[in-house]
């Protein structure tokens, strides 16, 4: 499948001089007159001024957050060991500056390059997958925060908290919009005290989204039926449908999603994707430009039956490496899998997409 604030400020210091008492006392002895020769004494005593100086420092306050399904977090510091769980929440923490805190991470998580660099020195453990972290790996590195994603680390909930670990969820992979996406940039970014970098992100993406928008209004074009499958269609015809940020992303870039009328991240059958004839077939996979050309040369077979537009106008597009985490990661890239999915769906205004990573049925010739 594709996919993957509330806070208060911290405490502080107040510091207090106090200058106390400065007393000088002078006194002095009185000459006496006796049979012996007469002695003049004089005793003068002095006090020399004392500064004391006491400072009082204060408790640094407990921060409290809510993470997506409610659980109160409490941070009594701005964490400096976090571990992620997921591709996207690895790259949102990079995004907002704070990659050099991430001590441990999923072994999907391979961007931006600086992540794959670290790992390989030794100085960001690998802590198991995406789906099965390795908790007895992320306990040995004593984190002071995990970050995770609902959908896929919910089930290990009871288990952080039997073994002491903090944790944190975020919608990440269960996202069904792009608020969802700007809520988990934003919460991460609280949590790490770098809040005004995570709406320079936001900001970034609905920027991108408002010259999108923009461009096709004055192109006036007509909007396009589009098909996202998940996966080669040898798997099913697994698709993304109203209720995820996909369809929404679809949208935004001039389609209609095909699939929009069932819920969620769902599958259809052959006859149902004939029925509404897409024009364009946008298929995610993780492989090689020869696995994509694969696919593409089988969604092609007449015997496969799959006589639609898409099809007969060759506009099927497999997306691998990069162009696939752009779109299936719900992070701080999004805004270049808007670019991508714009171009895709409406070249006449956002030009033919070049990258080498999305591949083209026109490509066979």
């Known amino acids: ?58 408790k640094p306050k407990v921060r409290t957050l809510f993470d997506v399904i409610g659980r109160k977090i409490e941070l009594r510091e701005i964490p400096e060991r976090v571990v992620s769980l997921a591709p996207s929440i690895t790259e949102i923490l990079f995004a907002v500056g704070v990659g050099n805190k991430i001590i441990g991470v999923d072994s999907f998580s391979n961007y931006p390059p600086e992540v794959v660099k670290l790992v390989k020195q030794g100085k960001i453990k690998v802590v198991g997958d995406y789906w ?38 975020v919608k990440g992979g269960s996202s069904s919009s792009l608020n969802d996406i700007y809520s988990d940039i934003l919460f991460i970014g609280e949590a790490l005290n770098v809040t005004e ?69 769902i599958q259809i059958s052959r006859e149902e994707v004939i029925s509404q004839d897409p024009e364009i077939i946008i298929i995610t996979i993780m492989g090689t430009r020869e696995d994509a050309l694969k696919v593409i040369k089988e969604i092609m077979k007449p015997e496969i039956g799959l006589d639609v537009t898409a099809v007969r106008n060759k506009e099927v597009y497999v997306l691998i490496g990069e162009a696939d985490d752009l779109l299936c990661r719900p992070g701080p890239r999004v805004y270049e899998a808007i670019k991508m999915l714009a171009s895709i769906i409406h070249p006449e205004v956002f030009g033919e997409i070049s990258r080498s990573d999305v591949i083209s049925a026109k490509q066979l010739g």
Not at 145 to 154: E, N, S
Not at 197 to 207: D, P
Not at 208 to 236: D, F, W
């Open 1 to 58: 499948m594709c996919g993957e604030i509330r806070g208060i400020s911290v405490g502080v210091i107040i510091a207090m001089i106090i200058v106390l008492i400065i007393g000088i006392t002078l006194g002095y002895g009185i000459t006496q007159l006796v049979l012996k020769p007469t002695i003049l004494t004089t005793t003068i005593t002095e006090t020399k001024p004392t500064t004391i100086i006491v400072t009082e420092v204060a």
């Open 132 to 169: 099965a972290p390795d908790l007895e790996k992320i306990v040995e590195l004593e984190p002071v925060l995990i970050i995770a994603d609902l959908g896929a680390h919910y089930k290990y909930l009871t288990k952080f908290e039997e073994l002491g670990l903090k944790v944190m969820f």
């Open 197 to 265: 970098k995570a709406y320079e992100v936001v900001s970034k993406i609905k920027k991108t989204i408002s010259q999108v928008e923009e461009m096709l209004i004055r192109a006036n074009v007509t909007r396009r039926k589009v098909l996202v499958l998940l996966g080669p269609p040898t798997y099913g015809f697994w698709t993304a449908g109203s209720g995820t940020y996909i369809d929404e992303l679809i949208k935004i870039c001039g389609g209609v999603n095909i699939a929009s009328k069932y819920h969620g991240w």
